[in-house]
């Protein structure tokens, strides 16, 4: 099969989202300048560069999250485990601008400490981020925030021997359609000059 997106692909719903997957899931959260405080996923999320450390994540549409970050420059990204899930997915609900998603969806609050709003208490891990760019792209109303991530939350008993365990962590990814992945299975893969 072979498709150009502006013809369009002929099947019952968009592949695009599945064939670029797993993806890791950014849930953001943010306070607005006037302490309005929100959490939302975004399955368009990835790391850029390790030094410094910078994430970025895209945002269809001017969300909460978008608006509170133009205003204060900050931002949290919480990592998903499975067992965040019910509250993730509850989190992504449209709410109101001054609804806060924590209470809604019972995630749990931590402060953070380099910058000022809430970051998930039992997230897997969470990257207090400041903003170093906002991308409009091309398209309706499409948006790539980049950031710094200047303070690194992990949770301690995902540290095993040293490292970051992600199958402990179980760490969730969104995949197409309303398909995600847990990670239970890892393998090592040497490069050839390592």
Known sequence: MYYRPTDGHGLPHNPFNAIVSPRPIGWISTRSADGHENLAPYSFFNAVAY????????????????RNIRETGEFCVNLVGADQINVMNTSSASFDFEEDEFVHSGALRAPCREIACSRVEDAPASLECKVTQIVTLKGKDNHTVF????GIHIRPDLVVDGRFDVVKARMLSRLGYRDYAEVKEVFELTRPND
Request: without cysteine; proline residues 10%.
């Open 51 to 66: 030094v410094p450390p910078q994430v970025m994540f895209s945002s269809i549409g001017s969300k909460d999250s978008l």
């Open 147 to 150: 950031g710094e991530v200047v």
